[in-house]
C-alpha cells in the first residue's frame, strides 16, 4: 500500500574482528540504496539500536 510503513528487525553477528557497526551500517544503506534506486518502490531509514553480547 501506498504511504504504508513496515518494519523489520535485522540483526547481524560479526563472524571477524574488523566488523563493526559503522561496517554494517554502510553495507545495509548500500545494498537498499542500491534497490530502492533501482526499483523506485520504496524508500527507507536506517536506525541503530545498539549491540548485545552474545551470552558464552
Same mark, same amino acid.
Given at each position: 500500500m501506498i504511504g504504508k510503513n513496515y518494519e523489520f528487525t535485522v540483526t547481524f553477528t560479526a563472524k571477524?574482528?574488523?566488523?563493526?557497526?559503522?561496517? #554494517? /551500517?554502510? $553495507?545495509?544503506?548500500?545494498? #537498499? /540504496?542500491? $534497490?530502492?534506486k533501482s526499483t523506485n518502490a520504496f524508500s527507507f531509514d536506517i536506525k541503530f539500536l545498539g549491540h548485545n553480547e552474545k551470552p558464552k
Open positions: 571477524e574482528g574488523w566488523v563493526d557497526e559503522i561496517f #554494517l /551500517g554502510n $553495507m545495509l544503506a548500500e545494498m #537498499l /540504496g542500491s $534497490m530502492a
